[in-house]
């Protein structure tokens, strides 16, 4: 059955079974290997793409359900090569250890960021609640969430935003 997704702002279109996972379709078809499979249940939150805004677990949507809509995944938040603010701020905070977790934790911290502008470590603890890090790097991602609130303010100030 074919379906048009809109990943990363392009039109694709895609021939695949409507029950397919939207992660093995991003990896295999689209070559976008950004999300990562971790669990497949959607413990894990390493497959986590934005659809419409919303931070999502690839592994659990049939890519039926992404027909139509708007899908970002880590690729399409530097799509001129300039890190997002949230990119550059897990840079700045070395919120990263593996590298396995991380498109997820930015995309749901962009999520998170785009919703509310200036969350409280409350908030971003919720929103990241599901996102594992193996490596236990969580004070240093809160830290680059916080630096992102921050850099997404400046950006709005200077009439310029990056995600």
């Known amino acids: 059955m074919k379906f048009q997704l809109r990943v ?3 039109l694709r279109e895609i021939d695949t079974d409507p ?3 939207l992660l093995d379709v991003l990896r295999e078809d689209l070559h976008l ?3 990562k ?3 497949g249940e959607g413990q894990c939150r390493a497959c986590t793409v934005l659809v419409e ?9 049939p890519v ?3 027909a139509g809509l708007r899908v970002t995944t880590i690729e399409g938040l530097a799509p001129d090569g300039r890190l997002s603010a949230v990119q550059q701020a897990f840079v700045e905070e070395s919120a990263m250890q593996c590298g396995y977790c991380v ?6 911290a962009t999520a998170l960021l785009g919703r509310v502008p200036n969350p409280t470590t409350g908030q971003m603890i919720e929103a990241l609640n599901g996102n594992l890090c193996r490596c236990c790097g969580y004070p240093n991602i809160l830290a680059a969430v916080q630096r992102a609130a921050k ?7 200077n009439g310029r935003q990056s995600f």
């Open 53 to 61: 805004g919303q931070a999502r677990p690839s592994c659990l949507l």
């Open 151 to 157: 850099l997404l303010a400046q950006e709005k100030s």
């Open 64 to 66: 039926r359900a992404a």
């Open 33 to 35: 290997t950004g999300a």
């Open 103 to 108: 498109p997820g934790m930015i995309l749901t």
């Open 37 to 39: 499979y971790g669990c």
């Open 19 to 21: 029950r397919r996972p």
């Open 8 to 10: 990363n702002g392009h």
